[in-house]
């Protein structure tokens, strides 16, 4: 094994006993449980601490870090953001008979949330289960259009003849996303798949999107009528979602 490779596997140990402990183990008490040196344990403690990943309390002992605690904030905002929109989604639902989701930015790309399954046997699909790149999407356009995610550079990837796969084609759509305050797709994740989505926005920030997806036969005639429909839903939920007090951005 690397020292490398050692040095991250002995990171990990100390790192582990820490977070598992019923009370915040001490210098000593780490050393001693991992049985390594005390030179060691103290470079690879203050490595940690410098990461967030840990951090000392009153009492000398080990705990958790920053790290940690924001990891499970985004949890809690997730939560509080699905609880929030069920309502919303479902009257979403019951007006299109489409699928509908709800998808929040998480590092390049969009984690679908919530769905509500499309009235129909045909356009019903578990979107949470599914990898979508997000400039195919419309979740993901309205995260480019609105700065939730960045951009993407070069060539995208392309599944159908209607797939965007230039970054300046991209950008060009963004633009009309901004000032319709939506995003449609045309066949571009799927020959003869539609979807409307728009953001749920707070402060400036996108802390979610709303979307419909079905085939184009049903879809394709109600674009500009089902995106009037997510702005005006999306704008709803920003408002509520402003009153709860864990509300965090992304």
Do not use: C
Not at 56 to 61: C, V
């Amino acid at each position: 094994m690397s020292d490398g490779a050692q040095s991250v596997d002995r990171a990990a140990e100390l790192l582990s006993l820490i977070v598992r402990a019923e009370t915040p183990p001490t210098y000593t008490e780490l050393t001693q449980s991992t049985g390594l040196a005390r030179s060691t344990t103290s470079r690879l403690l203050q490595a940690l601490e410098r990461g967030d990943m840990i951090e000392k309390d009153g009492n000398g002992g080990y705990r958790g870090g920053p790290l940690f605690a924001e990891y499970a904030s985004r949890f809690d905002r997730v939560e509080s953001i699905v609880s929030a929109a069920g309502p919303a989604l479902d009257r979403i639902a019951e007006e299109t008979g489409e699928t509908v989701n709800l998808g929040v930015p998480s590092g390049n790309t969009v984690v679908q949330v919530a769905q509500v399954d499309s009235a129909y046997i045909l356009g019903t699909t578990n979107w949470e289960a599914v990898d979508v790149p997000p400039h195919l999407s419309a979740l993901g356009k309205v995260m480019y259009a609105f700065g939730a995610l960045s951009i993407p550079t070069g060539t995208l990837e392309s599944r159908t003849p209607a797939s965007t796969s230039k970054r300046a084609d991209l950008e060009r759509q963004l633009v009309a996303i901004r000032q319709a305050g939506f995003a449609i797709t045309r066949g571009e994740l799927e020959e003869g798949l539609d979807a409307v989505a728009a953001p749920v926005m707070g402060d400036g920030v996108v802390h979610a999107a709303i979307g419909v997806s079905g085939p184009e036969f049903r879809l394709g005639d109600t674009h500009e009528q089902v995106g009037k429909l997510l702005v005006e839903e999306a704008n709803r939920l920003a408002k509520v979602l402003a009153k709860w007090p864990t509300r965090r951005a992304s």
